[in-house]
């Protein structure tokens, strides 16, 4: 079993920037890709950005420009910068690892924008 954990939300101004993290932990894994997926309330989860064990990196055009996704391999542990925040990134924010065969997900953290 893979356990990841999540921290680095909040509340920050329009313009702002957040920092989150994302470790995973658990049984042996390899790693295809870790990503992040946002989910505003009345809306779908929607992939925000990703990375793959070659770091090859995917953004949605919502945030191309601002986000800037990393990873520490050594830490199976994946960053994600969130610059020129706006009101409308407000969101829970989760952590997805993907191997193989399975996806995992994290608990989420809150990322509030406010205007």
């Known amino acids: 079993q893979v356990q990841l954990v999540e921290s680095g939300g909040g509340l920050v101004q329009a313009g702002g920037s957040l920092r989150l993290s994302c470790a995973a932990s658990g049984s042996r894994f390899s790693i295809n890709a870790m990503g992040w997926y946002r989910q505003a309330p009345g809306k779908e989860r929607e992939l925000v950005a990703s990375?793959?064990?070659?770091?090859?990196?995917v953004y949605a055009d919502s945030t191309k420009g601002r986000f800037t996704i990393s990873r520490d391999s050594a830490k199976n542990t994946v960053f994600l910068q969130m610059n020129s925040l706006k009101p409308e990134d407000t969101a829970v924010y989760y952590c997805?690892?993907?191997?193989?065969?399975?996806?995992?997900w994290g608990q989420g953290t809150q990322v509030t924008v406010s205007s």
């Open positions: 997805r690892l993907t191997t193989s065969f399975v996806n995992y």
């Open positions: 990375i793959t064990s070659s770091g090859i990196r």
